[in-house]
């Protein structure tokens, strides 16, 4: 006989996200937040009304695919293109400086040696904090007039090419923390997998492109790119090894420049995703951080994460955009504007825990600093762009 149960857990988790999300937006933060923080609340840590099942696994994943789908579908392949050097290099800084510093605390804290798990697990943090998330900086930017300014034109074509080399660097150390795995072969299986993706992209492409003449309005548009994002992710994962999200991310893609297509597809499943499958997931990570055992030791290390999670990528894209000519000011700007992280980080920390890759010890911190990089963003960027040498540069451009 069935349990009915979940559906009262799922109506508790729904409600208290949405809840939770609108009192974090009245403050002007990501509505993300409010539902890690009701996750939370309704987990072990606090009220331990609801604990992870099967159930809510699944559900969370199918909600993480939908979120990655999305985010390809909303990728600006023009903007790339036109982005340039100045953009690849501030990505590729704002990567590597992370990576390399949020990875070594990680090792610091938590490793046992020099073995192949502990540089794996502290690989695995490197890229969590790698990831860059700009949709708070996009709103302080819109919100100070500055989007259209170089330092706004900077960030997003940074943050473009962050999430497409972050979704690389996350396949392959996800693929590496399976059992027998060897370099050689992952970084096969993942050529292998992005040659199998041009071919079948081009295929679906065309398929799409012939759907979007003749019925690009249609709902059944959504049902087929939803199929061809589950069937990228399943291949994916059980084939190449691959994550999952890669397979979902690509095949949003695909379907990016296919103009009424994409908007159908991104309409219709952003309303399936914000109203159930998103809010289940980022509860999910909120009720999976347990936040009792916290002690002295692992306050610590939250904090250390925290101001290199913030000092990494400031210094990191900063430098970056500096070797291409951005005054120094504007230089502090574009670093700042990258230190938020996002759905991405969080997704990546819940792969993480979920293959055994992070110590669950660790993750209460991991989570706590990506929030904290994400609350601070704003707050950091409106101090720094707040001076009349801005609103110059703003209106010469303009």
């Not at 000519?325 to 574009?334: A, F």
């Amino acid at each position: 006989m069935i349990n009915y149960d979940f559906l009262i857990i799922l109506a508790v988790i729904l409600l208290s996200t949405k809840a939770f999300g609108l009192l974090t937006e009245k403050v002007h933060l990501p509505q993300v937040v409010g539902a890690l923080l009701a996750g939370i609340i309704l987990g072990p840590s606090c009220l331990g009304i609801v604990a992870k099942t099967d159930f809510l696994s699944k559900t969370a994943e199918i909600g993480v695919i939908m979120l990655m789908f999305i985010a390809g579908l909303d990728t600006n392949i023009k903007e790339l293109k036109k982005s340039g050097l100045t953009c690849l290099i501030v990505a590729m800084a704002g990567i590597i400086v992370p990576f390399v510093l949020c990875g070594g605390a990680y090792y610091i804290f938590y490793s046992n040696g020099f073995d192949t798990q502990s540089i794996l697990s502290a690989s695995f943090v490197g890229v969590i904090f790698a990831a860059t998330s700009v949709s708070i900086t996009v709103e302080t930017l819109t919100e100070m007039g500055q989007i259209n300014s170089r330092v706004g034109n900077t960030i997003i074509g940074a943050a473009l090419i962050d999430d497409i080399i972050g979704i690389v660097m996350l396949s392959l150390v996800t693929s590496l923390s399976g059992a027998n795995a060897n370099l050689f072969g992952v970084i096969v299986k993942i050529l292998l997998f992005f040659g199998f993706s041009c071919v079948i992209g081009y295929f679906a492409n065309i398929f799409f492109k012939l759907i979007d003449i003749h019925h690009g309005h249609s709902r059944r548009v959504a049902v087929w790119g939803l199929s061809f994002c589950f069937i990228m992710s399943y291949v994916a994962e059980k084939y190449f090894g691959v994550a999952d999200i890669t397979g979902a991310y690509i095949s949003g893609l695909v379907l990016c420049n296919i103009a009424t297509t994409r908007k159908t597809l991104a309409k219709k499943t952003t309303v399936a995703s914000y109203v159930f499958f998103s809010p289940v997931f980022f509860a999910s990570i909120g009720i999976g951080t347990d936040i009792s055992g916290i002690n002295s030791g692992i306050i610590s290390f939250t904090l250390i994460l925290l101001i290199i999670a913030i000092l990494s990528k400031v210094i990191g894209c900063g430098l970056g955009a500096k070797m291409f000519g951005l005054t120094s000011k504007e230089s502090l700007n574009v670093g700042i504007g990258m230190v938020a992280r996002g759905e991405v980080a969080f997704m990546a920390a819940q792969k993480g825990i979920d293959a055994g890759i992070i110590s669950s010890e660790a993750f209460p911190a991991i989570v706590i600093a990506v929030v904290g990089a994400t609350l601070f963003t704003p707050v950091l960027l409106k101090t720094s762009m707040s001076s009349k040498e801005d609103t110059k540069a703003v209106n010469s451009i303009d």
